[in-house]
């Protein structure tokens, strides 16, 4: 069969795909199987998602199409229409995420004991209480700011939660309008003290409402109502303009809190005036705005997974120790005796912490090379860094200042590290710096060794406890060459294109993927069929798509694990008839990068820190590295298997772009992939010659 395989008939757009992605987060907000309180922290991050989604996603199509931009994707729809498509999308999910916290999970947790109280509603005891606050923790931090002749419509910032106050003086009827700022920087929720052995909080807005007339005596208050806006917040970065990459950054992190206003959320009680002052104000069409029934900034609610109530939250676990490492306390020689395989956060974090904390004190480390793409506050790995420094070791830190959203902490730890004497690069022009990678160079006798950990997650140990990441430690020569190419073309003017083992983007990645793919078609045969597993993120790219489909249109068997975005469109007779795809969203994110292939009864596994998607195999560093100690590939063969299996939390798609779960035959066991998991972690360590999973 001859198909042109570039029609657009044959991708799912980018955005819209990104939009059933965050549905799933807020299916799960739905699923009373979660603890009562976990549901809630899903509507909390479905709403931060959306925030980002905006501020990036939705921010750049805007940005298309004021530039009357005419590049077509691959799925063939225009900026203008997808916007359209994401506002009437998003409207309906937005409604059914505030009825589904107004309807079901506020009132399940009052009846647990956990409320929000209606200010008006307080017993007399702790109205006394929340008036004295106001006056002396709230009131002082506010700025009213009115809007007239003389005063300009304020510069609000980004993500701002604000009221909107009409009023009028008592012996004129002109009409006046004053904004004031909700301080981001107080708590949204305010404890009560205790009613009848309740957990009760007022909602900060709230209480700035019933006081708002202390701001403007002598002024009527006519009407209150809240609003939120969000800008555009991507970093356009002329890297080839700046002198000094940090103090580029920096500036554009200024700009862009000025920037333009892309999304306006209401509340419902807000008069049509109000809303069409700010619509005019803030040059929106009503297709960005968002009336909100409930609360605005339901990301806010994330604060309150801080109340004690252990029933009604996820239980608690240990992460499990590998027993190698317990038994060896030289983490050096236990990875010379061979790799090492940690899956987190069901193998634990802190092997991770204690590999570079070690080679910080041990007298043989001569030098420590790490890249830093995220790390969290009080980070021990970059405290270890400093450390080694201390110790006189060379140490080498690569920050990333482009990764979004952490610009500013990256910006902080890397003036920290270099007043510390840290070599602190900051990658490559016009590239981002995504690898994973940590290596120690140690003498050993007469010669030196190079240490590795390389990884699909970031040296933070606040995500590692949510986020399912793989990581390896190894000693292998090879690699360890590859680890200084790799080093030494992010530090100086190296071009290396050759590796022993690593696949590099922009340079190698692409080509190796899809060389491997190619293989499995030229080796597929019907005594021993060929079969591609992929574990990923996202899957973007056209030509990766396409090379897909080539091999789906072979017979190859290929099985897609995408918990996000995925452009790929299953189920077409005779072209992707043989691909399935399917999302697993759980309690923990799902973000290991795994490329499984087998063909000529032998498997090829790698693993890294890349997804298929242009940004990845075009504008970023990355690094996919082989997996090639037996009984690692055995483990990470049992933990594909696994995640193949999983039937609670799977959503397959369909070749119309939906989600949903697989019917399951009256004698199907109900598997749980993450809960599995967490089972066996409990166990650990489990002996690898007791695995079982795929071949």
């Not at 998602?49 to 063939?76: C, H, K, T």
């Not at 200024?254 to 920037?259: G, Q, S």
């Amino acid at each position: 069969m001859s198909e042109n395989l570039k029609s657009p008939k044959y991708y799912f757009n980018r955005e819209l795909s990104w939009i059933k992605f965050n549905e799933r987060v807020l299916e799960e907000a739905e699923d009373t199987r979660h603890p009562l309180l976990e549901r809630l922290k899903f509507i909390s991050i479905f709403s931060s998602n959306l925030d980002e989604f905006y501020m990036i996603r939705v921010s750049g199509l805007n940005e298309q199409v004021y530039a009357n931009i005419r590049d077509i994707p691959a799925d063939g729809l225009p900026p203008r229409a997808v916007l359209n498509r994401i506002s009437a999308e998003v409207h309906q999910l937005v409604a059914k995420q505030a009825r589904l916290l107004d309807e079901d999970i506020l009132p399940k947790l009052k009846r647990k004991g956990i409320r929000i109280r209606d200010t008006n509603s307080l017993r007399k005891p702790q109205s006394q209480y929340l008036a004295d606050y106001f006056r002396e923790k709230i009131f002082p931090v506010l700025t009213p700011m009115a809007i007239d002749s003389s005063h300009p419509f304020p510069i609000l910032k980004n993500l701002s939660l604000n009221l909107m106050v009409q009023l009028r003086e008592s012996y004129k009827n002109e009409l006046k309008t004053a904004v004031v700022p909700i301080p981001g920087q107080l708590p949204r929720f305010i404890p009560l003290p205790s009613d009848n052995g309740k957990t009760d909080f007022v909602i900060l807005e709230d209480v700035m409402k019933k006081y708002v007339d202390q701001l403007f005596p002598k002024l009527k208050i006519l009407d209150i109502s809240e609003f939120r806006i969000t800008r555009n917040a991507d970093l356009q970065l002329a890297e080839a303009e700046a002198d000094d990459l940090l103090k580029f950054i920096e500036r554009e992190i200024r700009k862009r809190r000025l920037a333009t206003v892309i999304r306006l959320e209401v509340s419902r009680d807000m008069p049509e005036s109000a809303r069409q002052f700010l619509m005019e104000n803030m040059d929106l069409k009503e297709s960005s705005v968002y009336e909100s029934p409930t609360y605005l900034d339901l990301s806010a609610f994330m604060s309150l997974m801080k109340v004690e109530a252990p029933e009604i939250k996820d239980q608690p676990f240990l992460p499990a120790f590998e027993k190698r490492l317990l038994k060896q306390p030289n983490i050096f020689k236990a990875i010379r005796d061979g790799d090492i395989l940690l899956h987190h956060p069901y193998d634990s974090f802190n092997h991770v912490i204690d590999f570079v904390s070690l080679a910080a004190e041990d007298p043989k480390v001569l030098a420590i090379k790490q890249t830093l793409y995220r790390t969290s506050g009080n980070s021990p790995i970059v405290s270890a860094l400093k450390k080694a420094v201390e110790n006189g070791k060379s140490v080498t830190a690569l920050i990333e200042l482009k990764a979004r959203f952490d610009e500013e902490n990256n910006i902080s730890w890397a003036k920290d590290l270099e007043e510390t004497g840290v070599n602190v690069i900051y990658g490559l022009m016009g590239l981002k710096t995504h690898c994973k990678i940590s290596m120690v160079v140690r003498q050993e006798g007469d010669s030196f060794r190079r240490y590795l950990h390389l990884s699909t997650g970031n040296y933070n140990a606040t995500t590692a406890k949510i986020y399912t990441d793989l990581s390896l430690f190894t000693a292998d020569k090879e690699m360890g060459e590859d680890a200084s190419g790799l080093f030494n073309l992010l530090t100086g003017f190296s071009q290396q294109e050759d590796w022993n083992k690593f696949l590099v983007a922009p340079a190698t990645l692409r080509k190796g993927i899809t060389k491997l793919i190619k293989e499995c078609v030229k080796n597929h045969k019907k005594e021993t069929p060929a079969r591609i597993i992929m574990v990923m993120n996202s899957l973007v790219d056209p030509d990766m798509i396409q090379e897909l489909y080539k091999a789906s249109m072979k017979g190859i068997k290929i099985e897609l694990i995408i918990r996000g975005i995925c452009c790929l469109k299953p189920d077409i007779p005779e072209v992707s008839e043989n691909i399935t795809v399917k999302s697993i969203v759980g309690r923990f994110l799902e973000h290991c990068r795994i490329f499984y292939f087998k063909h000529s009864g032998k498997s090829t596994i790698y693993m890294g820190s890349a997804d298929l998607m242009q940004r990845n195999l075009n504008r970023r560093v990355e690094l996919v590295f082989p997996v090639e100690d037996p009984k690692i590939k055995h483990r990470v063969r049992h933990i594909i298997q696994a995640l193949l299996d999983d039937t609670e939390k799977s959503r397959y798609l369909d070749a119309e772009g939906k989600y949903g779960p697989r019917e399951l035959g009256s004698n199907s066991k109900k598997i749980n992939v993450q809960e599995h998991l967490l089972k066996e972690s409990k166990e650990k360590n489990i002996g690898l010659d007791t695995i079982t999973g795929i071949g």
